[in-house]
């Protein structure tokens, strides 16, 4: 599986955090791709998930409200919103695939991209 992640950088508290996740190397409408994010002195947390399989979508308790997935099948790219930005926030974010549904915790991934570099800073 490959993994093209885009978007993170520096954000404005108070802004929007938008990411890409683009997967190659499976049958993309098979599997659920998510997003999770490792914050210093934390544990990695799950944001959000996408089942392209069934259309279904999981968020994280800590950031529902705020979060949004989408995904464009043309394009195999899954991608996240993350509104009202702030310091703690900060942190890795990584992109992940599981087979074939989002799992209760989407903390359960198969598959890991590199991760992009978010610090949400003024």
């Known amino acids: 599986v490959q993994f093209v992640e885009s978007g993170g950088g520096l954000v404005q508290p108070g802004g929007s955090l938008r990411l890409s996740c683009s997967v190659s190397?499976?049958?993309?409408?098979?599997?659920?791709i998510g997003w999770v994010r490792q914050v210093p002195g934390k544990g990695r947390e799950g944001l959000a998930c996408f089942a392209v399989s069934d259309g279904s979508k999981r968020y994280g308790s800590s950031v529902d409200g705020r979060v949004a997935v989408s995904v464009d099948n043309t394009k195999k790219t899954v991608s996240l919103q993350l509104d009202n930005m702030q310091p703690d926030d900060s942190g890795e974010y990584y992109c992940a695939v599981n087979y074939p549904y989002c799992e209760a915790q989407i903390l359960q991934y198969h598959s890991w991209g590199q991760g992009t570099q978010v610090r949400v800073s003024s």
């Open positions: 190397g499976l049958l993309f409408d098979s599997y659920a």
